[in-house]
């Protein structure tokens, strides 16, 4: 079965990367994952737009029209789920110079849908890890993952579902998969990008309509004593808006605002792609 794109076509998963590809050895490389409805990626534009602007970070070179290309076909075979494109800055010799002459590899895969996981609650854990605001991987999404992985091993060793990142500074960043927003009070915030945060696409949608919703919306940092007594959430491409909890004993159910927002989303989803998430199962009102 040929179910990944590899270099302008589908190919067999089998033998698919070079062994000495700088993104398998030395985590060199960016990618991006987006929710498909209908054949239709929902935000294309804004998920295109920083890949390359993450490929482009790094000066690795690729062109926007082939990672559009290798969106659109697996779009188009995957109909409803998720896509995920990687971008290395492809084969090299040993050593950590770049090569002088960058032949970067476009991998593209896609996967079912998943709708129970669209807007579930999770339990966090705040993880010992530090998220290193002063890192220039912290605002793409680099191939290096292994301190998310370790991070949400432990948690889930804790009885959570994900892991809360804070920075060097004790400021809230992010979970290991997702946007962090508080809600109290009518305010909506959620941490900037200096603190060590990747500029989500859910994000954007959340802090871009606020105010159709009767709440302000803004960046400012955040500590754990913020999270206390408020609404959290997570946001990311896939899940969605997902309540969420410190509290390992209990579960977040949304509130009035919240689902409001949710339901939101959906509609925004629906006029883009087609398909209201919902009608997939998607179930966003408290059961």
């Known amino acids: 079965m040929t179910d990944i794109w590899l270099n302008g076509a589908f190919a067999r998963c089998d033998g698919a990367i070079a062994a ?9 490389g960016v990618f991006d994952t987006a929710l498909v409805l209908g054949g239709r990626v929902f935000r294309m534009d804004e998920h295109l737009d920083r890949l390359v602007a993450a490929a482009g970070h790094l000066e690795i070179p690729v062109a926007r029209d082939d ?10 075979r995957q109909v409803n789920g998720s896509i995920r494109l990687t971008v290395t800055r492809g084969p090299g010799p040993r050593g950590f110079a770049l090569p002088a002459d960058p032949r970067p590899t476009l991998l593209g895969s896609s996967a079912p849908l998943t709708p129970s996981a669209m807007f579930s609650a999770i339990r966090l854990d705040v993880s010992s890890i530090r998220r290193n605001e002063t890192s220039p991987t912290t605002r793409v999404k680099s191939l290096a993952y292994l301190d998310a992985v370790l991070a949400n091993h432990a948690a889930r060793q804790a009885g959570a579902d994900e892991a809360l990142f804070l920075n060097t500074k004790d400021r809230v960043a992010c979970s290991a998969l997702a946007n962090v927003f508080v809600l109290k009070d009518g305010e909506l915030s959620t941490p900037p990008l200096a603190d060590g945060v990747l500029d989500g696409i859910t994000r954007r949608w ?19 004593a913020d999270l206390a007594g408020a609404t959290v959430f997570l946001t990311n491409s896939l899940r969605l808006i997902s309540p969420a909890t410190l509290d390992p004993s209990t579960i977040g159910q949304p509130d009035g605002p919240l689902t409001t927002l949710m339901i939101g989303l959906c509609q925004a989803i629906a006029a883009e792609c087609g398909v209201d998430p919902r009608a997939l199962g998607a179930a966003v009102e408290p059961h």
């Open 67 to 76: 990672l559009q290309s290798a969106m659109s076909a697996l779009a188009e």
């Open 20 to 28: 000495n590809d700088r993104g398998l050895l030395l985590a060199d």
């Open 206 to 224: 959340v802090l871009a309509h606020t105010g159709e919703f009767g709440l302000t919306g803004r960046e400012r940092s955040l500590g754990l």
